[in-house]
């Protein structure tokens, strides 16, 4: 790609200017991308019914077609152009979490691009809650298609920083509302299948679905959760294994279990490595902050651990504080499954390359 000029424009996030929203909608209607932010992540949009504006998404992310992109719409009637039939499920949880981080998979309209659904007779709709996004979609008058505004294989971005950081000089314009609330990407709720079943975890938890719909099913277990990894044969992760997107460019090992024992393993393992040369990043939460103080790792806390919005706020800024530090290797803690956890979990196990010690 021939790089281009990357505009950055700062936007109030809970009264979005009208001249800065005009300016951003009128690139999208003329099928450029624009970078927005969510209540997640931050975005990288396209019109959904544009296949030109489609591709660049693609060749933006360095992304394989495969991967199917999610809609987002300000408005439910806006869902008539992109299903065929709603399912009563779906207007349920549209009324109990629309506007907001739940995306659900729907019966696909034969008018949506394939380009979004990869070819699938199904397609993912959701309704964010950011009043940017809200204000955009609707100036730009068409749902947007948009997965996180990164590289491929890379982290998901929360600040403008990390985007630009990504994608500066592949995107015309950025919209700068600041951090996102969230932190972690949108659940997918598949409403195709027998059961409602969590494709994803995400920002609405299993609890808040099951106080709706009491039959959800929690993400099937990955196969590789359970493999323990042992630090004297494994203790390099490499890339390759990764299993998907939420990599960081540095190999990341996992540490479950007891927080006694997380604590112990992790920081015998730090010794090591610093005694060998290396320069190692820990991340870990406030209260374990005194066990590593004095263990020559460079330290990122995302928060006090028994409160997951705020780990999970903190969790992509995190990784990507300690790429920026330039360390070789990032031991990290696991953390509840509760609430948000499980959505925390999820990434971390995925940064690791499905590889757990414990
Ligand atoms: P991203 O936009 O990069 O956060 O990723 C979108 C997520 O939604 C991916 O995990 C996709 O596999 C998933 N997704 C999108 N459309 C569908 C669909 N029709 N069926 C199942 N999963 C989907
Ligand atoms: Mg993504």
Redesign the pocket.
């Known amino acids: 790609m021939k790089p281009i000029h990357t505009e950055v424009i700062k936007v109030n996030p809970m009264y979005p200017e009208p001249t800065k929203i005009e300016h951003a909608a009128k690139l999208l209607r003329s099928g450029e991308v624009v970078v927005f932010p969510t209540e ?2 931050y ?1 990288l949009g396209a019109d959904a019914f544009q296949p030109v504006a489609l591709e660049r998404i693609f060749s933006v992310k360095g ?1 394989p077609y495969s ?4 809609v987002h719409i300000a408005d439910e009637h806006e869902l008539e152009q992109l299903t065929t039939t709603i399912p009563s499920k779906a207007k349920q949880l549209a009324e109990a979490f629309w506007p907001g981080p739940l ?1 659900i ?1 729907v019966p ?1 309209n034969p008018r949506v691009p394939h380009l ?3 070819g ?5 709709i959701r309704m964010p809650r950011h009043p940017v996004a809200l204000a955009l979609i609707r100036a730009a008058g068409s749902p947007l298609a ?3 505004a990164n590289r491929f294989m890379h982290v ?1 971005p929360t600040t403008a920083q990390h985007v630009l950081a990504d994608l500066g000089g592949r995107v015309p314009l950025i919209l700068d509302a600041g951090p996102c609330e969230v932190g972690v ?2 659940t ?1 709720l ?1 409403l ?1 299948s027998a059961i409602p079943t969590i ?2 975890p995400g920002g609405v938890s299993l609890e808040a679905l099951h106080t709706v719909l009491p039959e959800v099913q929690p993400p099937p277990q990955r196969h590789l959760e359970n493999k323990e990894a042992h630090l004297d044969t494994t203790a390099q992760a490499s890339p390759g294994q990764m299993l ?2 939420y990599a960081p460019t540095i190999p990341l090992l996992l540490f479950d279990g007891s927080i006694e024992t997380m604590r112990d393993t992790m920081l015998t393992e730090v010794k090591r490595r610093v005694r060998q040369g290396e320069r190692v990043g820990v991340l870990v939460a406030d209260e374990d902050i005194p066990t590593f103080q004095d263990s020559g790792a460079v330290i990122r806390s995302l928060g006090k651990a028994d409160i997951p919005e705020q780990v999970a706020a903190a969790l992509f800024a995190g990784l990507r504080a300690l790429e920026a530090a330039e360390v070789q290797i990032i031991l990290c803690r696991n953390f509840d499954e509760h609430g948000l956890g499980l959505a925390i979990r999820d990434r971390l196990l995925k940064a690791a390359g499905g590889k757990v010690f414990r």
């Open positions: 997640t992540v975005g992304r991967d199917p992109l999610i995306t998979i696909c979004v659904t990869a699938l007779d199904t397609v993912a948009a997965p996180s998901s990407e949108s997918v598949d195709c494709l994803r998907t997107h």
